[in-house]
């Protein structure tokens, strides 16, 4: 059996897109993978990409290590979140991903609270 295999160049890419930041923030994805996260005492919302600019499979992960909380919210308040309006990881290291569809209906594929 004869196995090939095509070199991709990861030059100025990650796998994963480490994103911090220190207010309201309305994310736009900038890689297949951006992990959100903040270390703060103070809460905030972070608002999910419109979903006509990503693909499908997208996923945006957050970490919390802070004592602040996090509301996690759909594009334009449309759309779910695990079935629910909006997600908070409201404790110190909490940790969610979510997986966006492109159709502004979104599941937390993983949630942890620390």
Partial sequence: MKISAKQVNFTNHAFVNPIEFTSNYS?????????LWIDSSSDYTVTL????????GTI????????????IQPYNQSGTI??????????TKGV???????TNKLWAGLSHYA
């Fill in 82 to 91: 695990d079935g629910q309006s909006t997600l908070t990881l409201n404790s």
């Fill in 49 to 56: 990409p419109d979903p006509s600019t990503i693909p499908s």
């Fill in 27 to 35: 994310h736009t994805q900038q890689s297949p993978h951006d992990l």
């Fill in 60 to 71: 945006v992960s957050f970490i919390t290590l802070g004592t602040g909380n996090l509301l």
């Fill in 96 to 102: 969610c991903l979510v997986l966006l569809d492109a």
